[in-house]
Nanobody, 125 residues
Framework: QLQLRESGGGSVPPGSSLRLSCAVS????????MGWFRQVPGKEREGVAG???????SYNDSVKGRFTISQDNAKNTLDLQMNSLKPEDTAMYLC???????????????????WGQGTQVTVSS
């Protein structure tokens, strides 16, 4: 059983930066993929960035060049550095973990096995 816990959200003005972190506890598989998703009430959960156990990454076009996903295997954390934040980035951000080998580093949300509770990011002036 795996547990995921996000942290680092907050309320910031446009143009700011935030760094989200997801602490992973439990037994990590040799092949896995992890991702950051975001959700706004009334809208479908959206993939933001993904990374697999080989270190391959993938990003939603809306965040390319602004967000960077990374993992620290020693600390068992998954991070999301978010720069140049925009109001449309406002959402609940969730960390997800999937077991096995992924064709692409960012998979549809229903292909992930474990989820965190989320951390709120609000971008507003």
């Amino acid at each position: 059983q795996l547990q995921l816990r996000e942290s680092g959200g907050g309320s910031v003005p446009p143009g700011s930066s935030l760094r989200l972190s997801c602490a992973v506890s439990g037994n990590i598989d040799s092949a896995y993929y992890m991702g950051w998703f975001r959700q706004v009430p009334g809208k479908e959960r959206e993939g933001v960035a993904g990374i697999d156990s080989d270190g391959m990454t993938s990003y939603n076009d809306s965040v390319k060049g602004r967000f960077t996903i990374s993992q620290d295997n020693a600390k068992n954390t998954l991070d999301l550095q978010m720069n140049s934040l925009k109001p449309e980035d406002t959402a609940m951000y969730l960390c997800a973990y999937g077991i096995g080998t992924a064709i692409a580093a960012l998979r549809p949300w229903d292909e992930y096995n474990y989820w965190g509770q989320g951390t709120q990011v609000t971008v507003s002036s």
